[in-house]
């Protein structure tokens, strides 16, 4: 008996391409075809054309869903609770299958014993492929993610696993869940090369696809996930993608402070720069007019333990009013390029002040303060703690609903009838 394929489609303002999605899929030369549409809240006309479209499904059992806006990864999870089917095929609603999509999953996925199966991406616009096929390996796959999003699973093996919500409206929630699969599940992935996925390169996913804030922090949090599990791939993943390229880069960085105008304006003209190094205490001089100043703290994405800017007259540190870096705690994280810190100046008669910075062991993978092993860990562990002052206060609140109705017993008691009267009695003699 030929398994059954749970296709999930998952939408969210694709009105202009989810009818050819929908179609694409009605259009499948694989017979046994559970379908499952989730319109993830979107606000223009894609309900009214998945509805008008799913008049024409073939397919026996058709579900329509439409929630509130909740992410990808939360709808993603939605769908695990309640599909069947043998094999899962999730499906992005702006791309498309070709008709022997699904049948050559299948099929690969029958003779390799696999449980997951994938293939090629090729954008439809130009015919170029995007992401090609290649064999499985675990080293290659902590180096770059190369097994779609639109890759069939086996649904025994997916079990009570679930997309991971921290990266929820972040990226790369594909690739931490095979790399979940395959780690934690045993999951045995396996290449298709007889079809392909019309995968849409559009403006938006291009610019998220460059975007370091987005892919560098998911890239860090995934490799801290799954040092333990897997600590050699992820070691020489680490060398390749954080050690080489910066230790290329950081030879030609500096510090710089930008001093603004009597505008309050930053500009090339009017600034310092110093060497960069892992760690420093860089002293200067501000002139009397500068009220603000703006520090660089080189021009690509860095990491650092601590940072202070502090008066040599008062010796107060001062706070910066505006920063593009993530902060946990006293580690200043800048994903992106271009790290800044704007400071304002107080009007004192001393203007020296020491800028102080300590970066993360970049150099060395086994140091005890490596980035992804203390940067990572730092955000998982404040994470335990939101948790904790989540029950806290859960706790707190469940107490005070307690005291509320013990008091509101209480003054229930003492002003009914049967308290007042022997009390009035009582101190009647207490007077005598």
Not at 47 to 57: A, F, G, P, Q, R
Not at 169 to 197: C, M, Q, R, S, W
Not at 317 to 343: C, H, R, V, W
């Amino acid at each position: 008996m030929k398994p059954v394929i749970s296709v999930v489609v998952t939408c969210y303002n694709h009105e202009q391409f989810i009818e050819e999605c929908l179609r694409s899929i009605f259009s499948q030369t694989y017979p046994m075809i559970d379908l499952y549409v989730y319109n993830d809240g979107s606000t223009d006309y894609s309900e009214e054309v998945i509805l008008n479209v799913l008049k024409d499904s073939p397919f026996e059992s058709t579900s329509y869903k439409y929630h509130e806006n909740c992410g990808l990864v939360k709808t993603r999870n939605k769908a695990l609770e309640q599909v069947g089917g043998d094999f899962v095929l999730f499906v992005d609603s702006d791309d498309f299958l070709p008709t022997n999509f699904i049948e050559e999953l299948v099929q690969t996925a029958l003779q390799e014993d696999a449980d997951i199966v994938y293939a090629k991406l090729k954008n439809p616009a130009d015919n170029t492929i995007v992401i090609d096929t290649q064999e499985y390996n675990l080293g290659s796959l902590f180096l770059g993610n190369y097994i779609s999003a639109t890759s069939l699973i086996r649904k025994e093996t997916i079990g009570d696993s679930r997309y991971d919500e921290y990266l929820n409206y972040k990226k790369l929630e594909d690739y931490d869940f095979y790399l979940h699969l395959i780690l934690e599940k045993g999951a045995k992935p396996v290449p298709n090369h007889t079809t392909f996925l019309n995968y849409r390169v559009l403006a938006n996913s291009m610019s998220a696809r460059n975007n370091l804030l987005k892919h560098y922090i998911a890239y860090i949090y995934i490799l801290a996930k799954y040092q333990k599990l897997a600590p050699k791939e992820v070691e020489y993943a680490i060398d390749i993608h954080f050690n080489h390229n910066r230790q290329l880069a950081v030879a030609n960085q500096k510090v710089t402070v930008y001093m603004a105008d009597a505008e309050g304006l930053f500009s090339e003209e009017n600034k310092l720069q110093f060497p960069i190094a892992n760690a420093a205490a860089i002293t200067f001089d501000l002139p009397e007019t500068c009220q603000h100043i703006r520090v660089d703290l080189s021009e690509i994405p860095s990491f650092y333990e601590r940072v202070s800017l502090t008066s040599q007259e008062t010796g107060e540190e001062l706070l910066p009013g505006f920063t593009n870096a993530i902060i946990l705690e006293k580690s200043y994280l800048f994903p992106n390029p271009d790290p800044q810190m704007i400071y304002e100046i107080p009007a004192t008669a001393n203007r020296t002040y020491t800028l102080s910075y300590q970066s993360y062991e970049m150099d060395n993978l086994h140091s005890d303060d490596y980035v992804v092993k203390i940067l990572a860990q730092n955000l998982l562990d404040m994470t335990v703690k939101v948790k904790e002052l989540e029950q806290y206060k859960l706790g707190f609140d469940q107490k005070q609903q307690q005291l509320e109705k013990v008091t509101d017993q209480y003054n229930r008691v003492i002003t009914s009838r049967r308290w007042t009267i022997p009390t009035k009695i009582l101190n009647f003699f207490r007077r005598k």
